[in-house]
């Protein structure tokens, strides 16, 4: 790959990256349709705070997430020792917790995603179900979910493309450690920070946008062939 | 803003002198009746937008690179330019920690790290992870360090990992550590081992404001002086 | 057995309906926005009642009054909406299986291929709903909730937008759900003859109430003279014993006590009685022997009596031999002209082409080839 | 005058229909899949075919050949959808008033309290689509589609889910718009009473391509003895003039070269001929006269042709007196017994009562009050 | 307001960042329903690339915005000069840049949010209506557009709590200037950047939370009164 104008630690970069943005919008999913679900169909006292709480990566500077996350998932943190020390998982100075940060920069937009397309589906699809037997849990596997897909697939695609963007807090999290946890933003706000690294950030700015316009062009032709009705089951 | 008060000075201050640059201006504001507005942000930012036509008056850079790079561009006169501040630069560790460590030529820096990091700014891109590479190098423990160097995008935040004992030891300006109370200062290094940090002040070229130069002049005044040590910086000897 | 007894107070809408059944068929009979699907869909669950009380085969699984409320799902019913309801996203081959899926092994009681024939769906199984006509989709619909062999099948107007050729092919199998797997059945339909040849009860709703229920003679037979346009709802049902299948002519003899009665097609002999649905508007009136006409049913009875009204028509109640009730409509000018009263003998004309498959239930109508 | 002829390849389904029609109300009619629904949406322009050529009025709407296609928010119809599709966002007022908001003031010709009263929709105006009952939302379709006061009326299955009573103070609404405002309708319908009625033309369509096309009497009238289920869409229509209104019976005596045909009810006398619809099943055959019987139509001809098979029924051409034909169903049986053959002269017997009023044009059924 | 923990300067960022994301939310919503809409239902060469334009925002690094805008907006630049001479707007170092920052963070979300109810809508509704005589514009104004509601509603919150927390681009793109660009996150930043600055940071945090948590509820509250289907008219 001599060839492409990347020098060795850019690749690195890029490669990270895209580890970290997959990690981050695949791994987040599950929660994503879960906390997605949760509000658009249930009624509970304090709906409006769990809402306000998923929007607060959204609402924060990054780097006061970043610190948030800081005081929660580091070494010495409550749910940072906890999970070091029962599951191994450890998020400081490891690409995971970039691609933790990442995936609570883009959680919001995950959820809100799968919400509105929840929202829109007609209920007398998931009453017909129901009269055929199917469980709630499963009205939800067979019914609902398929109908959200293009939600769940616009949620994936924007939270891939924050996490190919987010920088802030990743790097107040887990810092800038080059191979570990230098993502491209990383890369290229190192760049932006040197009197004439412009090329640079040039370089891997477009980079950037070139992976999202991939993830764009997969994910349409995704979304044409499963159809405006989502995803279809045989 | 009432019509015939003076326009206010705009000072593009890089965010680190933040507290120090507060208090002199409002210390100027009650002497003079006079307002300075500040802009904080990071150095090469300031730059980029006194390149692009900000009404910037006066800019004070954290990064001696982006002074020069302005300079070259002419957005600040030259003649005005002076390095006003210096700082030091110190390792520092957890307030509760017991690590104890001189620096020296050949010090067992990377042996006291263990599997832990040292946190600093991007040597690539922060001033002061610039000057902490330079003089580690100088010191000749460079190599054996720099794989465990957690690098971050400004010294606050290389300060939290080491107050929040995510990263066992930083490298940050004397002001940073002063101002902390949950870090403490293992050592200071060696005025030799780097060049020295300083912080260049000049009058932009747009600026129009004759309140620009008087307040520069007023940052060297001894009522300046003594808010600026008492933050932790270092007077330099005038002109230099 | 279902009984049911639902409140539900809608604005500009009071719901109050209850009624019980032990028919196989029962059938909800009720004009537009009578009441009818709300039924349904509180028989499956879907609608809360402010207050109710609903137990399907001796199982509670709708009490306001204990807090007892049986989950959709769990109530093992097989619904056909309104309007299909097709699940979007799933081809016609899944739309099928679905419920069929989520009833257990031992519970399939009801063929896939035997359903996709009937309902004449085989070419379609690839397709999405989207792309089926309103009949496609309606006939879907049907065999979806005939295949989770349910434990009470509700059907909501489904052949409603079905040529009468399809009727024809659906209703046999209805039937032979009900008497083969004994599937009891709530059907909602607007057509007489169907309600009357499938249901063994119907209940009539208006306005969120029950105005009457029975047997389907009971309450469709035209108790007094409704408004003109009610006659063709008004019939008869004469049950009688299938006595021969005359081979050569394709028709089927009835033995009743007041006649013959000639029916075309085959009806299988057996030990039951078979209903035959005879709509008042159909009942040509005789006195005397009439040899020379088209007509070979000819009921022999005695006028109860007759109601008239200013209007064109007369409703004559004829009490057969044997006991039974036959209705005749005719025009009070007939009647007149004729100088029919009370207590006459009469002869009752009953044209065999006129008496419609959809009425008489067994048949199985010989096609020539 | 609309002139269609399009081609539509869909997998597994070939569409090809060519058909003109100058008539008043053409009916299209057909089983389940033919492809109704699909020249109904070509007509209306949501369709686009492969090729085809439409016009309506003598104006082109759609021209393949020449790249001429009219929106079809241009094309001034009023559609009322298989499953009316009214806007859910909107009150059942602000639905009616939809497509009458986008009609130019000069050219609203249909008053709303008119549609509103005789659709029975007056206490659901401020309601919303969602909670109408399949018949409410039905009706509102058609109130929106007349209140456009279209150019062209297409109707698909508009009265599918109503129930008979409705139907009847529809069905006159719609002949009323055909008459006084001269709309061009295209109506679905699988009732083959509503399309002998309302329609002048027939097209019966079977998977996609066009079977037949006339009158109703051409197409309804059964020329072959049809598979068994088809016979009770086999009718005559009979052409006639009111002679009198009876006052005493509410009954009108038609005039027809081959005797006196009663109509229950009143038909005002105009210089026009009345049709009356008469279904193949309801006519009884008798050799002589049949003063006996409770039936006061007669009318005289000669038996023209028996057709017969193998199965239960024989369809009698009826050659009236005045040239017009009447087909008559009886079963074979009957017609061995009473040794009825081509050339014998006959009485053909129509019951009065029997005669569905949905099958009469410009009658108002008197009601007792 | 004295009682209250907040200085002068922190009064103004709140106010300021309270007008700049109701400008930003707000104006970029015409263009906003416009792009989600031809995303949504046309068909066109290139229509990847206006996605992937859309999305940029959300993928280059917010201080990569910040340089773009700059070079676009600036008063020296392009189109800032041709605005400034013609329309007499200026941006840079103005609240009006900070809410065009915020505006061009938000957009994608706003997009992607409407797109996502628009693509859910029964193109039958759209039917119905052309065959009563709307024209493509009346159908897209009376059916489109208020079936759209919840989508339309969700961009204006998402787009308003991203410029509630947008940070990066406005700070790079006309700095940080007390009382006319200083929004509440560069408020926070500032106090970030000193030590000590951790209480202020944490005030002014809480209260962008609050302001989002009330935004929600608002919105929760329209969205329940205008129901599933989108607003009703009358
Ligand atoms: N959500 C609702 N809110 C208010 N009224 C309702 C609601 N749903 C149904 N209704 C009213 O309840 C009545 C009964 O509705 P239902 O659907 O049961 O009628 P139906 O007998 O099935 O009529 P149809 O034959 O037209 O389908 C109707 O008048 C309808 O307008
Ligand atoms: N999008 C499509 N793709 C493939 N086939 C289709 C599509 N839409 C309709 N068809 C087929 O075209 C045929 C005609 O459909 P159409 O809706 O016109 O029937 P119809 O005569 O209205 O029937 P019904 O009386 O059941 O409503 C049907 O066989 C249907 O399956
Ligand atoms: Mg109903
Ligand atoms: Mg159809």
């Not at chain 1, 924050?162 to 807090?169: S, V, Y």
């Not at chain 3, 009610?230 to 004469?238: C, E, N, T």
């Amino acid at each position: 790959m001599e060839w492409l104008p990347f020098s060795t630690a850019e690749w690195v970069a890029i490669r990270l990256s895209l580890r970290v943005a997959t990690v981050a919008a695949l791994t987040s999913l599950p929660l994503g349709i879960l906390v997605a679900f949760v509000l658009a169909r249930k009624r509970f006292p304090g709906k409006a705070l769990v809402d306000a709480v998923v929007h607060l990566p959204l609402v924060l500077p990054p780097v006061v997430t970043g610190y948030i996350l800081l005081m929660l998932f580091g070494r010495r943190a409550p749910i940072g020792a906890f999970l070091e020390q029962t599951l191994g998982i450890v998020f400081s100075f490891r690409w995971t917790g970039a691609a933790l940060a990442c995936a609570v920069m883009g959680f919001p937009l995950m959820v809100r995603a799968i919400r509105l397309t929840m929202e829109a589906i007609d209920p007398r699809h998931e009453q017909a179900a129901q009269t055929l037997g199917a469980s709630p849990l499963w009205v939800f596997m067979t019914v609902t979910l398929p109908l959200a897909f293009p939600g769940v697939l616009a949620g994936i695609v924007l939270c891939f493309a924050k996490a190919l963007g987010e920088f802030g807090a990743t790097i107040t999290f887990v810092a800038n450690i080059p191979g570990e946890t230098q993502t491209i933003p990383s890369a290229i706000y190192t760049y932006t920070q040197v009197p004439g690294g412009d090329e640079g950030a040039l370089r891997l700015s477009v980079v950037a946008a070139l992976i999202s316009l991939c993830t764009l062009v997969v994910s349409e032709l995704i979304a044409r062939r499963t159809g405006r009705r989502g995803v279809n089951i045989e | 803003r009432a019509a015939g008060e003076p326009r206010p000075i705009l000072f593009f201050a890089a965010a680190s002198l933040q507290t120090a640059l507060n208090a002199v201006a409002a210390e100027w504001q009650r002497e003079t009746g006079k307002k300075v507005v500040f802009s904080y942000a990071a150095s090469s930012v300031l730059a980029r937008q006194m390149e692009s036509g900000a009404p910037a008056d006066l800019f004070a850079s954290a990064d001696l690179r982006w002074a020069d790079w302005s300079q070259e561009r002419k957005l600040i006169r030259p003649e005005t330019r002076r390095n006003l501040l210096e700082n030091r630069l110190v390792l520092i560790a957890a307030a509760n920690s017991g690590d104890q460590i001189r620096i020296a030529p050949g010090f067992a820096l990377a042996g006291a790290i263990g599997d832990s990091r040292l946190a600093t700014g991007d040597p690539a891109s922060v001033p002061a992870g610039t000057y902490a590479r330079e003089a580690l190098t100088k010191l000749g423990v460079w190599d054996q360090v720099s794989p465990r160097i957690a690098s971050t995008e400004n010294v606050r935040a290389a300060l939290a990992l080491v107050a929040r004992g995510e990263a066992r030891f930083g490298i940050v300006y004397a002001t940073d550590a002063k101002a902390e109370p949950r870090v403490r200062v293992v050592d200071t290094f060696p005025a030799g081992s780097h060049a020295p940090i300083v912080y260049p002040f000049a009058v932009t070229t747009a600026s129009t404001n004759p309140d620009a130069q008087v307040f520069l002049n007023y940052l060297a005044s001894p009522t300046a002086v003594r808010i600026f040590e008492a933050e932790g910086f270092t007077l330099q000897r005038r002109g230099s | 057995m279902i009984s049911f007894a639902c409140k539900l107070a809608r604005p500009g809408f009071d719901f109050d309906v209850t009624f019980q059944s032990n028919a196989g068929i029962t059938a909800l009979f009720g004009p537009s926005g009578a009441g009818k699907s709300t039924v349904i869909r509180l028989l499956a669950g879907l609608t809360r009642p402010d207050r109710g009380h609903i137990s399907i085969a001796d199982e509670v699984v709708l009490d306001t009054d204990r807090q007892c409320d049986v989950a959709p799902h769990k109530r093992r019913i097989g619904m056909v909406f309104q309007d299909a309801q097709l699940l979007p996203h799933l081809s016609v081959r899944a739309n099928l299986g679905f419920g069929r899926w989520f009833t257990p092994r031992d519970l399939r009681r009801i063929g896939f291929d035997p359903v996709v024939e009937v309902l004449g769906i085989g070419h379609l199984l690839s397709r999405r709903p989207d792309s089926l006509s309103g009949g496609e989709r309606q006939r879907v619909a049907i065999g979806r909730a005939l295949l989770t062999s349910p434990r009470l099948l509700l059907l909501d107007e489904p052949l409603a937008s079905l040529d009468e050729d399809r009727k024809l092919e659906i209703l046999p199998f209805i039937e032979h759900m009900r008497d083969e797997f004994g599937i009891p059945t709530v059907y909602v339909s607007h057509a007489v003859e169907e309600v009357a040849r499938l249901a063994s009860r119907v209940v009539k709703i208006e306005n969120g109430h029950v105005i009457a229920t029975g047997t389907p003679a009971e309450v469709l037979a035209p108790t007094s003279l409704a408004k003109a346009a009610g006659r063709f709802d008004a019939l008869s049902i004469l049950s009688g014993r299938v006595s021969r299948y005359v081979e050569d002519y394709g028709v089927t003899i009835v033995d009743h006590p007041a006649g013959e009665i000639v029916v075309p097609g085959r009806i299988e002999p057996s030990a039951n009685a078979v209903r035959v649905v005879i709509r008042a508007t159909n009942v040509t009136l005789a006195i005397g022997r009439s040899e020379n006409v088209s007509v070979r049913t000819v009921l022999a009875g005695r006028i109860a009596h007759i109601e008239t009204d200013g209007g064109p028509f007369a409703l004559a109640t004829i009490e057969l031999k044997g006991g039974e009730q036959l209705k005749a409509y005719a025009t009070r000018l007939a009647v007149d002209r004729l100088g029919l009263d009370a207590g006459d003998h009469i002869q009752a004309l009953v044209k065999a082409v006129a008496i419609d498959e959809r009425g008489i239930s067994g048949l199985h109508v010989v096609d020539q080839v």
